[in-house]
């Protein structure tokens, strides 16, 4: 009798284990991945021996060494940055802002900043400082 040979499969290239260990290190990299929320500018924040935990939910105000007032990379003047707070405000009334002030700005900026938010109605304001460690 005859024989016929057995059909050959051609060799292919199985991509699921690839696609699992790209998987695998997307998880890693998000989850050791840190994310910074600071208002986008660089400031030198003054040095305190002890410090408070604030709630998740702020509004971080940043105030640079010559009194530009930012909040995500964005410049404010008075006038914008009132109805910024006011908007805020509305879509959460328990908000809080965290004031972070370049260490040689003029304190005159930072109570401007206090004084708008009390005049807006919140009443959770907060002065960022650098831990001394």
């Known amino acids: 009798m005859f024989k016929s040979k057995p059909k050959r499969r051609k060799a292919g290239l199985s991509l699921a284990p690839m696609l699992d260990m790209i998987f695998i290190l997307l998880i890693f990299f998000v989850v050791s991945t840190t994310f910074s929320k600071?208002?986008?500018?660089?400031i030198n924040r003054p040095d305190a021996s002890k410090s408070?935990?604030?709630p998740p939910n702020n509004l971080m105000i940043g105030i640079t060494k010559?009194?530009?007032i930012y909040i995500n990379k964005k410049k404010y003047i008075k006038e914008t940055l009132t109805e910024k707070l006011r908007l805020k405000i509305a879509a959460n009334p328990?908000?809080?802002?965290?004031?972070?002030?370049?260490?040689?700005?003029?304190?005159k900026h930072?109570?401007?900043v206090m004084d708008l938010?009390?005049?807006?109605g919140i009443e959770n304001v907060a002065l960022a400082e650098e831990i001394i460690k």
């Open 110 to 112: 930072s109570i401007m």
């Open 94 to 107: 328990k908000i809080t802002v965290l004031i972070i002030a370049d260490e040689e700005s003029i304190l």
């Open 52 to 54: 408070d935990k604030l």
């Open 117 to 120: 938010c009390k005049q807006v």
């Open 38 to 42: 600071l208002p986008g500018v660089l």
């Open 66 to 68: 010559s009194g530009d």
